[in-house]
């Protein structure tokens, strides 16, 4: 096995209680964390063909978890893992989707010698998976089940490793010593009662909070996977490691390390607030969740939200605000950038359908405490416990929504936004790579990386200088300036705009990079690409000191797109196509666009290149699905269904998936 990786992923089944070994070569081709995921996935639930793919909860649902090669080697922000699987969350059926998390568990499976986890079948008892090393058990998590998150650690932490003081203490495993503290990965009460809500936590609060995977776990029984390690990842060339980290770290956001503050590891950037477990997360990830009071109260809904498992995404309360010109009246000039359960019920209250005694009846929850603590404990309770209205709100809201009969009436009014077909809202505006990403691709695309470059230009430089050097690193679509036009009205929309072939190439750019660098080796989306300095020769450079291989980079973007075509045809065996593919009605209406928070979007009309915050941006139906046909030529998907070719499949040495994908009638034509 090459450098980078451990050499073997855990097989974990929990019908039978039976743990295997597979061998991480057969799987080396994609690279990592998601890549490997996805194409496990593939062998394991899709290319079998034995369930339709349609309930997250059956048995037959694998969930792989899986680190990346970078990870564990000294490489900044590149210690992240990937979850993927059948998702409860998405609407209105369930989808391939993928949740990534950062923190210390990665570098814990790797230093355990596991390259990844796979978790397949249900348990008859609710357990844990605990992992030293080589050994591994499958334990009663009887005593665990109704436990929160943090006590879940703490009693796992005690019963692997007795009363060590982690950090000054040695502890014992076998023949080695660590003062690590074994790391866990769990879920609280919400994952429990299966919520489609539901998050996966480690450490004092870092989450894989989209796919709603943590209600995978609690259908499976599953507690938590805690892992501890002793060893190390073979690295060929150790001094490279350095030359290269230092050099990041002094430009960029690789210069932004703030020396006291927590990371994840092996980052430096030093991004989350407070340090020790029961610090709780206090960055984005739960932004919104309770604004305008103290910074005490704020933190105690923060960290209750973590302790009992809650996605922070889907349970956004108050997002960023602004006026929208021609915005529908229900926004009454409040439209969110992003928008998840707080926003809804919000909506709904105001209009005098939620409450108490109401059409909709809030009870159990307080609604007088709208903007308290009070009220937000009150909520993770009744969905914890499925009781009164938490019962429907832990289906999420489009299923609650659909329960009382408001699905269609709410979609066209944009109460509930969502910005495509099953995903919770994040930024999707005026940054249009963000909203066709979700429709084509698995997961939140919670993704920067053009966000920055497109927006105001560099000091000293035109906007066209700027795009000019911009599109010198968009490997393999260079030279392109289009790529970057966010012009999206009249003819220049469809020319060079956001309808064009020039802007499918930056989505499947952002889509390609991501699937390689971002979800298979592990980087954070919010450390790399920093493409206004070191990218993408940094991350080359991390690549080949670790791994030791030749590859170019347009080599691995290749690796990143041949991981979106396997993850296409996950998808098309469960019945995605070019049908399914479109937005929540509000993205084709005035009040669609968000916040340009990083100095807005370059627009091309009338022959010049501008700066625009794009307030008023929205879509267009036919543009959206021209687009369609100018993303799946790029991918070499056909135009009917938007499904991999077998000419294509066959370029990736992916011959028994389109054998599989025809058998099932699945397979694109190739007329």
């Known amino acids: 096995m090459g450098n980078g990786y451990a050499g073997k992923i855990l097989r974990v089944n929990l019908t039978t209680g039976t743990t295997g070994v597979m061998d991480t070569a057969k799987y080396e081709e994609f690279g990592g964390g998601y890549g490997m995921g996805t194409a496990i996935f593939w062998d394991l639930a899709a290319a079998p063909g034995e369930w339709d793919m349609k309930d997250p909860y059956d048995p037959r649902n694998v969930l792989p978890i899986m680190a990346g090669p970078l990870g564990a080697t000294g490489v900044p922000g590149a210690g992240r893992t990937s979850v993927c699987g059948m998702s409860p969350e998405t609407f209105p059926t369930s989808e391939f989707w993928r949740g990534n998390f950062g923190g210390h568990f990665g570098g814990a499976l790797k230093q355990a010698g596991w390259d990844g986890v796979v978790v397949e079948g249900k348990a008859a008892e609710p357990v844990w998976i605990n992992i030293v090393n080589d050994q591994v058990k499958i334990e009663s998590a009887k005593e665990l089940w109704g436990l929160d998150t943090w006590a879940t650690q703490n009693r796992i932490i005690s019963m692997v490793c007795g009363r060590t003081r982690f950090g000054d203490e040695w502890h014992q495993i076998e023949n080695s010593y660590t003062t690590a503290r074994p790391q866990v990965l769990c879920i609280g009460p919400i994952g429990e009662t299966k919520s489609r809500l539901a998050a996966l936590i480690t450490g004092s609060g870092i989450s894989a909070r989209i796919g709603g995977f943590g209600a995978v776990f609690g259908a499976k029984n599953l507690k938590a996977v805690s892992v501890a390690g002793t060893g190390n990842v073979p690295v060929a060339d150790p001094k490279a490691v350095m030359e290269a980290r230092l050099q990041h770290m002094s430009s960029g956001r690789g210069a932004s390390a703030q020396p006291g503050a927590a990371s994840c ?67 009454k000039g409040r439209v969110p950038t992003d928008s998840g359960l707080g926003w809804y019920l ?22 007088e405490k709208w903007g308290d603590l009070g009220f937000r404990l009150a909520l993770l309770e009744a969905i914890a416990t499925r009781s009164g209205i938490g019962d429907a709100l832990a289906e999420g809201c489009c299923r609650a929504a659909e329960k009382w009969g ?19 809202s994040h930024w999707t505006m005026p940054w249009v790579e963000w909203a066709y990403a979700y429709i084509f691709g698995a997961g939140d695309p919670t993704w920067h990386g053009f966000m920055a470059p497109v927006g105001t230009p560099e000091a000293g430089k035109t906007i066209e200088q700027s795009l000019e050097e911009l599109s010198g690193k968009t490997i393999p679509y260079t030279g392109d300036i289009f790529m970057f036009n966010y012009a999206w009205k009249g003819e220049e929309a469809w020319k060079t705009g956001i309808y064009s072939p020039h802007k499918a190439k930056q989505v499947a750019w952002s889509r390609q990079y991501t699937g390689f660098w971002n979800e298979s080796m592990g980087f954070c989306e919010m450390l790399l690409p920093e493409l206004r300095s070191v990218s993408p020769d940094i991350e080359l450079a991390y690549y080949k000191a670790v791994t030791g291989k030749k590859d170019s980079f347009a080599d691995t973007m290749r690796t990143g797109q041949k991981i979106c075509t396997l993850e296409r045809a996950i998808r098309a065996m469960h019945g995605r196509s070019r049908r399914t593919e479109d937005f929540f009605p509000y993205m084709y209406k005035p009040g669609a666009s968000g916040m340009a928070i990083y100095g807005g979007v370059s627009i091309y009309e009338d022959g010049k290149w501008r700066n625009d915050n794009a307030p008023d941006m929205y879509l267009d139906r036919k543009g959206v699905d021209d687009l369609k046909s100018h993303y799946y030529a790029l991918e070499g998907w056909d135009n009917e269904h938007g499904w991999p070719t077998r000419k294509t499949l066959d370029g990736y040495g992916l011959k028994g998936v389109a054998d599989t994908l025809n058998a099932k009638g699945r397979l694109g034509n190739t007329d």
């Open 346 to 367: 919000e909506t709904l209250h105001e209009q005098g359908i939620l409450g108490p005694g109401k059409q909709i009846d809030s009870a159990p929850l307080p609604m």
């Open 265 to 331: 590891c092996p980052c430096l950037r030093g991004d989350r607030r407070r340090s020790n477990f029961y610090g709780g997360e206090t960055m984005c990830a739960c932004q919104g969740w309770l604004s305008g009071v103290s910074q005490t109260a704020a933190d105690q809904a923060t960290e209750a939200l973590i302790k009992y498992g809650l996605s922070s995404w889907s349970a956004h309360f108050h997002a960023f605000r602004i006026d929208i010109p021609g915005a529908p009246e229900i926004f």
């Open 406 to 424: 408001r699905l269609e009436i709410d979609k066209e009014s944009g109460a509930l936004r969502l910005p495509a077909w099953g995903a919770t």
